[in-house]
């Protein structure tokens, strides 16, 4: 069975672009989830959605938004980018009605801002 | 404020058993959660304890205090494949973990 899946792998924009990052869940999986990792640091909560609603939101500005499809699959958008935008970029998917459980995560798209 | 603190690093030995600790703060509590993340890997799943007690899982078992806000990953039997960072995570809200900064475990022959 695949796993959480992440596109694209690596990213290169330059400050005031925007990035597109793409996830598809575990299939069954109804809830997708976005955390930002700098470099060397820990996993910052950006969105939670569920059934294609946001439920949660992390402290990040609106420029950090997402959506999630009817295949449950997401993307998440990043707009006017700024150079510590630059970080590894998780999706995670969970069962539906999400959980605080057990994640299971992609590999990340590594977002550099240039 | 709302923060969780877990050491930086910790070196052992294979063989030699490893804990970590973590301390947290928050507004609400859903739970203490423990992932490994190879270098340049994805985090995977290693325990959950929403109840106080330990929780055992094969060579590594995890420990909460609600009461004190404290919990640990107990590491057993290393194994050069366990050098990986390791965190600690917290849920303040349903759907939301909050994760530690890390503690990369060095494990040496």
């Known amino acids: 069975e695949a796993g959480v899946t992440q596109s694209p792998t690596h990213l290169i924009k330059t400050r005031g672009q925007q990035a597109t990052l793409r996830c598809s869940p575990i299939?069954?999986?109804?809830?997708v989830y976005w955390y930002q990792q700098a470099l060397g640091l820990g996993l910052q909560f950006l969105l939670w959605?569920?059934?294609?609603?946001?439920?949660n939101r992390g402290n990040f500005p609106p420029r950090f938004s997402g959506r999630q499809f009817p295949n449950y699959s997401s993307e998440l958008n990043v707009n006017a980018l700024e150079l510590e935008d630059s970080a590894l970029y998780l999706c995670a998917s969970s069962l539906g009605g999400g959980t605080n459980e057990k994640l299971f995560f992609g590999s990340g798209t590594q977002l550099s801002v240039l | 404020g709302q923060s969780l603190e877990q050491p930086s690093e910790v070196t052992a030995v294979e063989g030699a058993i490893v804990q970590i600790n973590c301390t947290y703060q928050?507004?609400?509590?859903?739970?203490l959660s423990w992932y490994q993340q190879h270098d340049g890997g994805a985090p995977t799943f290693l325990s959950y304890n929403a109840l106080d007690g330990l929780e055992e899982t094969g060579r590594f078992s995890s420990f909460l205090s609600r009461s004190d806000s404290y919990g640990y990953l107990l590491l057993q039997e290393l194994q050069m494949k366990d050098s990986a960072s390791y965190f600690c995570?917290?849920?303040?809200?349903?759907?939301?973990?909050?994760f530690g900064a890390g503690t990369q475990v060095v494990v040496t022959p």
């Open positions: 299939s069954g999986h109804t809830s």
């Open positions: 928050t507004s609400g509590f859903y739970g």
């Open positions: 959605y569920d059934e294609g609603e946001e439920r």
């Open positions: 995570a917290v849920g303040p809200s349903w759907g939301k973990l909050q």
